[in-house]
Structures are given as C-alpha cells and as structure tokens.
C-alpha cells in the first residue's frame, strides 16, 4: 500500500478517504491527490505539516457507523494531529516559524484561524513528543488514570497495550503513585521494554496460550483499576479478577475496530452486568478534550516536568513520508508498530 512520492512541494499533497473499509483497511481505500497551496485570508495562517499523528480513532471515523463524532465522507482529507510551523501568519499570538499543534490532517499544507491550536516550544529538542507523551495520547492516559481511575498507593493497575502512546503513560503515571503495575502487551520484546524501560512490575505476553493464567498469578490482590483501550480477549481475561469497587477508565477498542460482526460464542452481556452490580464497578468511557479539555495545561506542566527528568520515559514509530501514512495506519491498527507512530512529512525549517 504505498504512493508514488511527489517532490514538487509547489502543491499540496492530500491523502484523502476514497471509500469506506470493510475489516482492515486497504490501499483502495486511499486517494493521494494534489491540489494549490492554499492562501490564508486575513485571520488564518498557513501552517505547513512538520510531524503526522496516527491513532486508532481515525479508524471509526472512515466508518459511517453512529458514534461520538461525524464521519469523515468519501472525498474527505484524512483527519489527523499534527506538528506544523507556521509559514504565515494574520493570527494575533502566532508568527512566522512557530511550531504548533494543530488537526491538519494527512496532508503538507492547511490553513487555521488559530481555535484548537496550541504553540510549543519552538526549541524543544522531539516536536513529535506534542503528538505523544505530551500530547492527546499522554493527556489521555493522565487524566483517565487520575480521574476516574482515582488511583491509591498500593493498589494493582492493569494496563492493555502498555507500550503504545497511551498505556505507557498510564503505567509511568502509575508508578508516581505508588501502584502496583501490570502491563499487558504482545511479544517479548514489548514486555521487556515495558519492564526494563518503562517500570512496569510486570508485563504479560497476550499471544501466550496461558495468558488468562498468567495474568491471574501476576495479581494475586485482584485488579483494582483496569485501564481498557484494547477489549477483546483481554478484557475477558481482567473481568473475573476485579476487586469490588474497581474503576475501569474506557478510552478506546482497539480489538474490534476492524470487526464487522459480533465475535462467536455466547452473549455475555449478562454476565458482565452483573459483575458491574455485584463488584460495583465504575466503568468510564472519555473522550479527553470534551470532558478534560480545560485541565489541559496543568497536564502539560506536570508531564513535561516528568519527562525532563526522565521519570516518564517515551518510545516513538516514526515512519517516513507522508506516502507511507496509510502502511504506518494499518501497521499500527495490527499492533505491528512499537510505541507511538507518528509520520515524518518534512523538516523544521530554521526561520530568524
């Protein structure tokens, strides 16, 4: 799955939705198309895509199935953070070589009044951690865990997918609180980065035949906070070991994004409200800048602190070309990434 590269940056390259997948998503999918830079008007700015976010939500949004957000429609830019620098400027507060984060999308060029977007650092030494750690995904994991996940010392923290962008902040922040945490990734390699460099007390291999049973003598105590964005047999496998009063902070389903049907076997829905009453569980579903938007800045604060001096520690995929977006997407839906993917579209350009 993979484009012809086009070098004439006098036009704009677009990744665009060309029609909506069934299962995992295909080259037919996709659309490279060029079009004219385009020109700001008096209250925009022309920002030109530096670093591309990929992320499993955009995986819901080429769908045209009811959910928390629109669609995208066929012919529709793919939608996507980004890390861009500012080209030109008639928005009061940015200038000429600003980088900022934006929703620019899969594509070199796009133009912004400035709402929803955020200055860094012009200096910082990774602009892509604005997509990462000290982005969306690292907001996310934050503010689940300490939010709704309430956590206290002491307790057992499970953390699906604990090495991709998200988990692997829940799990560091985890540790600044004192909690016993259990990542859950797939492969060795994860499991040992999710150990050896992240600070996990453990990590289970969820491709081993024993998972279930691993995962039960890894927490001896019960879970008391689960943090969910993967489903599936995971969660199937946390259920029966959640301590009455657990809190499950539900950011995403990573597992069945590409489904098109509801998986075989018995309807245990029943089963899992009545250990919702039974345990009295909260289980939280979040969409982080609709309920936490505001709580964005002390975020930044306290993790850019943390990242500083190494306590939260952060593992980037960076795939290179926009060409190469929609490999990296699929990539990353199938867990075949490590760490947080991001798309190196082109350079920061030393302005002044």
Same mark, same amino acid.
Not at 6 to 18: E, F, G, H, P
Not at 263 to 286: E, S, Y
């Given at each position: +799955?993979?484009?012809?590269? @086009? @070098?004439?940056?006098?036009?704009?390259?677009?990744?665009?939705?060309?029609?909506?997948?069934?299962?995992?998503? $295909?080259?037919?999918?996709?659309? +490279?198309?060029?079009?004219?830079?385009?020109?700001?008007?008096?209250?925009? +700015? !022309?920002?030109?895509?530096?670093?591309?976010?990929? %992320?499993?939500? &955009?995986?819901?949004? &080429?769908?045209?199935?009811?959910?928390?957000?629109?669609? #995208?429609?066929?012919? =529709?830019? &793919?939608?996507?953070?980004? /890390?861009?620098?500012?080209?030109?400027?008639?928005?009061?507060?940015?200038?000429?070589?600003?980088?900022? /984060?934006?929703?620019?999308?899969? @594509? %070199?060029?796009?133009?912004?009044?400035?709402?929803?977007? *955020?200055? #860094? =650092?012009?200096?910082?030494?990774?602009?892509?951690?604005? *997509?990462?750690?000290?982005?969306?995904?690292?907001?996310?994991?934050?503010?689940? !865990?300490?939010?709704?996940?309430?956590?206290?010392?002491?307790?057992?923290?499970?953390?699906?997918?604990?090495?991709?962008? /998200?988990?692997?902040?829940?799990?560091?922040?985890?540790?600044?609180?004192? *909690?016993?945490?259990?990542?859950?990734?797939?492969? $060795?390699? $994860?499991? =040992?980065?999710?150990?050896?460099? *992240?600070?996990?007390?453990?990590?289970?291999?969820?491709?081993?035949?024993?998972?279930?049973?691993?995962?039960?003598?890894?927490?001896? %105590?019960?879970?008391?906070?689960?943090?969910?964005?993967?489903?599936? $047999?995971?969660? =199937?496998?946390? #259920?029966?070991?959640?301590?009455?009063?657990?809190?499950?902070?539900?950011?995403?389903l990573v597992s069945q994004y590409n489904a098109t049907d509801l998986p075989d076997g018995k309807d245990r829905l029943g089963m899992l409200m009545g250990q919702v009453l039974a345990n009295r569980l909260t289980v939280k579903g979040f969409i982080i800048f609709e309920e936490y938007g505001d709580h964005f800045p002390e975020f930044l604060?306290? &993790?850019?602190?943390?990242?500083?001096?190494?306590?939260?520690?952060?593992?980037?995929?960076?795939a290179d070309g926009l060409d190469n977006a929609p490999n990296a997407f699929v990539d990353m839906l199938n867990g075949d990434n490590f760490g947080k993917t991001v798309v190196k579209v082109s350079d920061v350009e030393q302005i002044g």
């Amino acid at each position: +799955m993979s484009f012809e590269k @086009q @070098q004439n940056q006098q036009q704009n390259r677009q990744i665009k939705l060309a029609s909506r997948p069934t299962g995992e998503p $295909k080259a037919e999918n996709f659309d +490279m198309a060029t079009s004219d830079i385009p020109t700001p008007n008096n209250s925009e +700015m !022309l920002l030109r895509t530096v670093y591309l976010s990929l %992320d499993p939500y &955009m995986r819901g949004r &080429m769908s045209d199935a009811k959910s928390y957000a629109d669609p #995208l429609e066929v012919g =529709d830019v &793919m939608m996507g953070g980004t /890390v861009a620098q500012v080209v030109e400027s008639n928005v009061d507060g940015f200038s000429k070589g600003d980088l900022v /984060v934006s929703n620019s999308g899969w @594509q %070199d060029y796009s133009v912004s009044d400035g709402e929803g977007v *955020l200055k #860094l =650092d012009k200096n910082m030494s990774n602009p892509s951690y604005g *997509l990462g750690v000290l982005g969306m995904p690292g907001f996310t994991g934050y503010m689940g !865990l300490t939010d709704i996940g309430k956590p206290q010392k002491g307790e057992t923290l499970v953390v699906a997918a604990a090495t991709g962008p /998200v988990g692997a902040t829940v799990g560091q922040v985890g540790n600044q609180y004192g *909690l016993r945490t259990v990542g859950v990734a797939g492969g $060795k390699e $994860k499991c =040992d980065f999710a150990v050896n460099e *992240l600070g996990f007390d453990v990590c289970i291999d969820h491709k081993a035949d024993d998972f279930a049973e691993q995962l039960k003598a890894a927490c001896p %105590d019960g879970i008391d906070i689960y943090y969910e964005n993967v489903g599936g $047999k995971v969660f =199937d496998a946390v #259920l029966p070991l959640l301590n009455a009063h657990a809190r499950i902070p539900v950011c995403g389903l990573v597992s069945q994004y590409n489904a098109t049907d509801l998986p075989d076997g018995k309807d245990r829905l029943g089963m899992l409200m009545g250990q919702v009453l039974a345990n009295r569980l909260t289980v939280k579903g979040f969409i982080i800048f609709e309920e936490y938007g505001d709580h964005f800045p002390e975020f930044l604060e306290t &993790m850019s602190k943390w990242v500083e001096s190494g306590d939260v520690k952060t593992k980037e995929y960076i795939a290179d070309g926009l060409d190469n977006a929609p490999n990296a997407f699929v990539d990353m839906l199938n867990g075949d990434n490590f760490g947080k993917t991001v798309v190196k579209v082109s350079d920061v350009e030393q302005i002044g």
